[in-house]
């Protein structure tokens, strides 16, 4: 029954410690993008296009399975290299192909 006594003392220094681990993580996501020659361009930027593909991939499997629309995009918006298929809707439709044959 000692130990509530010697663990209170570690509380404000773990809550102190979180707090700045949050601090500097919200710093840090928020340069993640500085002086990247995307950032102004409309779309969806290449390095979180397979993201992009893989919750558009997730949404409408969803929506077929349900059989409701979820209120996403009517087509997936566009991205910084929509000139032909992206490696990223490449890589989605090889996740989907083996998600699919289970392989």
């Known amino acids: 029954a000692q130990w509530p006594l010697l663990a209170w003392p570690l509380l404000p ?10 601090r500097a993580r919200l710093t840090q996501i928020g340069k993640r993008c500085d002086g990247c020659p995307e950032l102004g361009a409309g779309g969806v930027c290449s390095g979180y296009a397979r993201q992009a593909a893989c919750v558009r991939s997730i949404e409408s499997e ?4 349900l059989d409701l629309q979820l209120g996403g995009f009517a087509e997936p918006p566009a991205t910084v290299e929509s000139a032909g298929p992206t ?5 989605a439709s090889l996740d989907r192909q083996r998600y699919q044959t289970g392989s």
């Open 13 to 22: 220094t773990i809550a102190g410690l979180w707090w700045l681990f949050r």
């Open 62 to 65: 969803i929506e077929r399975a």
């Open 87 to 91: 490696a990223a809707s490449k890589n």
